[in-house]
């Protein structure tokens, strides 16, 4: 997108006025000169000539401006007859040519009467300084006194004449005049010098009419020659400029399709190459870039330094939580894929180098390349700039837009750090400017305050401290607890008893004030509060988002959880002035093989209040909730049955681990596509339990539920995990074992650790036990076997042997 010119400004107007006064003077000037002065009429027939050769002016492509021979009969009227009718004759072309032209508006007009006339007039008044001989008309000259003044006279008009229309055209589009002055005196000083070369070669020798008639008939078939190979010459090149600016636009068009498409993919950026693109050229401009060719590159480069987010997966580009280690890797990638992709293109100007590395920075932080200060390219540096700042000025997922004060304070803070400190000076000049420009509002008007502005929320969140052994044990008997409700929850239970019941199992596995259950509703694009419990309740029962929005709408659309996100993401303003607040979030999809059917969302009133380890507890059983969901949104209304209310989780869980017993086969595959089976036992010091038990607790992972079904033995249950998985957690017990005892699996240590998974060892949870059991050894079997086998020989299982 080609950014439009800035509207014109004052100093435009003003200057058009100064020249026009200027240019009127001048004027007054020269008929006054003209009634005090004797002239010749003949000069009336140069004037003629002057306006008749105006009528054949050639068009130069690319300024406004044209060529014409008018230029040798101004020089021979002020060498002949002064500088008086010289001036009146330019003034009168001037306003000749605005009629021809038909520029209706005024200040065309009066600018193309006032420009030549001035300049002629300081032209001519510098020729008689210098010559000091009156008109050629009133007496003798010779080209070696009038030679030297002449030159003067045709550089002095053709530099004013240069200069004045530059300065016109840079104040009316608000770019650099130098560049535009530069052209001119290309396209034309050869046009002047040669007018100036053939006037000093026939005024000395003009006497009368006659004189002047021969010598225009003797020019005039090489006056007229080279008008013609000069028009067919700029014909030629103004169609071969248009080509090539058909062909740009269409190449323009191309990327812009292109940038539009990652645009539109990525709900977070949305709309935002555009303003950077406006941005970016302004910044470009304000400090001093001129070259065309690099700020095409700037133009392009902004349109599509996000084309590499086409390789980046959906659920990450468009995360409203906390990115992981990772997806902010996988994110990362965007800068060199889009350069690479771009690479293929053979562009005319350097757009590849600046799409790779506006995430640079000026330390040599950045990525990909970590170069640092000058090595980044200066496109690259505006880029970051213009980037970050309307990164901060638009909403996102994570947060809310901030003012253009807070956005423009921590672009200044990261000035010398992460941006090229000249490139910020310039852009908090343009930034007044750019400040009231609207940003796209996907969120809530209400969403609220947002923890700590100005932090790169997208940054993957610190590791938590593992949880103590008890919790471990609590939170294992509460998964199986809920699992085991959720299974006895008949078809017939309704919104209102399966949420419940759900519901007070999750308030004691994670630190949640309020919960809400959200259904998707694919005919209307949302998600909507099907039920909801806790704090502020009656607040959100009718919370309607629309899919891919908020936090809920994301989990709803990718089907993937999302923990420690911006609470008001979901609520806004609704709870505004409720307090406590709520600030944290974990979201759970409930899906099932046909697609999500709704969303688990969990509100805390803590920032960063929820484990991920808590997390993957809930994961565990969101299978099953899914499923007593779907039931539950299809059932009619009943009231809640006390008798499903969920009991406090028992201290000792070896009855639950019996109980899976008693299920059999059908538990591996609830567990997920594999099960593994860790048996620890004691074979020596009862106090190298205590030991044994942090070792385990270190070494597993919250999902992987502990069972204690004696004092002296452990026993885990490994959802997803295969044999590698299995030799990690027994290498991390015997690391984190104290090193005055002898770690497993030595014959001499006073532990013995056994692991089995499916299908290797069995296809059900029994025959993973028993294998499991069976490498602990003779002894450690026989003293784990009383308390937790006693299920398998009740239904015909034989005790495994050495």
């Not at 300065?167 to 290309?186: D, F």
């Not at 950077?276 to 095409?296: C, F």
């Amino acid at each position: 997108m080609t950014p439009a010119p800035r509207p014109r400004s004052g100093l435009h107007s003003a200057y058009v006025a100064t020249v026009f006064v200027a240019g009127l003077a001048a004027l007054v000037d020269a008929l006054y000169t003209m009634q005090v002065t004797e002239v010749s009429d003949q000069w009336i027939g140069l004037a003629m000539l002057t306006l008749a050769s105006g009528l054949f002016t050639i068009k130069v492509p690319a300024l406004n401006a044209a060529l014409s021979v008018s230029e040798t009969f101004l020089f021979m009227t002020v060498l002949m007859f002064g500088g008086g009718p010289a001036v009146i004759i330019v003034a009168l072309d001037g306003l000749t040519i605005s009629l021809i032209r038909r520029r209706r508006e005024v200040r065309h007009a009066a600018f193309n009467f006032a420009e030549p006339t001035l300049s002629m007039w300081v032209a001519s008044k510098v020729y008689a300084a210098l010559a000091g001989v009156g008109p050629l008309s009133m007496g003798p000259g010779s080209i070696a006194a009038i030679g030297v003044p002449t030159l003067a006279l045709c550089a002095v008009y053709f530099a004013m004449n240069a200069g004045l229309n530059s300065l016109a055209m840079a104040s009316e589009s608000g770019s650099s005049p130098v560049p535009l002055w530069r052209k001119y005196v290309l396209a034309f000083w050869l046009n002047y010098v040669g007018g100036a070369c053939i006037t000093l070669l026939l005024a000395p020798n003009l006497r009368t009419t006659g004189d002047v008639v021969i010598s225009i008939l003797a020019i005039a078939p090489l006056i007229i020659g080279t008008h013609f190979a000069i028009k067919s010459s700029m014909g030629r090149l103004e169609d071969e400029n248009r080509h090539l600016s058909d062909v740009s636009r269409l190449h323009l068009k191309v990327v812009e399709t292109l940038a539009m498409t990652v645009d539109a993919r990525d709900q977070v950026t949305h709309g935002h190459v555009r303003r950077v693109q406006t941005y970016a050229l302004q910044l470009a401009r304000n400090i001093g870039l001129a070259d065309p060719l690099e700020l095409r590159a700037i133009e392009a480069a902004a349109l599509l330094h996000d084309m590499g987010k086409l390789h980046i997966p959906e659920h990450i580009l468009n995360k409203p939580g906390t990115l992981t280690d990772d997806e902010y890797e996988r994110m990362k990638l965007h800068a060199p894929l889009g350069a690479d992709m771009l690479s293929a293109v053979d562009f005319p100007y350097p757009v590849v180098p600046i799409v790779r590395h506006h995430h640079e920075n000026w330390d040599g932080t950045g990525y990909p390349d970590r170069l640092q200060a000058e090595a980044i390219p200066v496109g690259a540096r505006i880029l970051s700039v213009v980037d970050c700042y309307d990164a901060l000025r638009s909403h996102r997922p994570y947060r809310r837009a901030l003012s253009p004060e807070q956005a423009m304070a921590i672009v200044r803070e990261r000035r010398g750090t992460m941006y090229d400190p000249a490139v910020v000076d310039a852009f908090e000049l343009i930034q007044p400017a750019i400040e009231s420009e609207t940003v796209d509002d996907p969120l809530p008007e209400g969403l609220g305050r947002f923890a700590t502005a100005g932090r790169d929320m997208r940054r993957p969140a610190p590791a938590s401290e593992a949880l103590p052994l008890e919790l471990r044990l609590s939170a294992t008997d509460m998964v199986l607890r809920l699992y085991e409700h959720l299974l006895t929850l008949g078809s017939g239970a309704g919104i209102d008893v399966t949420c419940d019941t759900v519901s007070r199992y999750l308030l004691r596995l994670a630190p949640a004030g309020l919960i809400v259950f959200y259904r998707r509703d694919d005919a209307a694009d949302k998600v909507v509060a099907a039920y909801a419990s806790g704090f502020c309740e009656a607040l959100v029962r009718d919370v309607r988002m629309p899919l891919g929005h908020g936090v809920s709408g994301w989990v709803a659309a990718n089907g993937r959880s999302v923990i420690n996100a911006d609470a008001a993401l979901d609520l806004g303003h609704r709870l505004d002035g409720i307090a406590p607040e709520f600030r944290s979030v974990l979201s759970i999809p409930l899906s099932l093989a046909r697609g999500t059917v709704g969303v688990v969302t969990l509100y805390a009133s803590q920032a960063h209040a929820f484990r991920e380890e808590q997390r993957q507890a809930i994961e565990l059983v969101s299978g099953p909730m899914a499923e007593a969901f779907s039931r539950a949104l299809d059932a009619q209304p009943q009231p809640v049955d006390a008798s499903v209310i969920a009991a406090t989780p028992s201290a000792s869980n070896g009855p639950a681990l019996r109980g899976l017993l008693a299920r059999d086969t059908r538990m591996v595959g609830e567990f997920g596509r594999s099960l593994g089976v860790l048996c620890v036992t004691n074979v020596g010091d009862a106090r190298v339990m205590a030991h044994a038990t942090m070792a385990v607790n270190k070494a597993t992972r919250i999902a992987d539920l502990i069972f204690r079904p004696t004092d002296d033995s452990l026993v885990v249950l490994m959802p997803d995990s295969d044999a590698g998985a299995g030799q990690m957690v027994v290498d991390r017990i015997a690391a984190a074992m104290p090193p005055d005892l002898v770690p497993p699996p030595s014959e001499s240590s006073p532990l013995r650790v056994g692991f089995a998974c499916s299908p290797l060892d069995g296809d059900s949870l029994r025959q993973l036990l028993e294998a499991a059991q069976h490498r602990l050894g003779e002894s450690p079997v026989a003293q784990l076997a009383p308390a937790s086998l006693a299920p398998i020989r009740e239904h015909g299982g034989r005790p495994c042997q050495a």
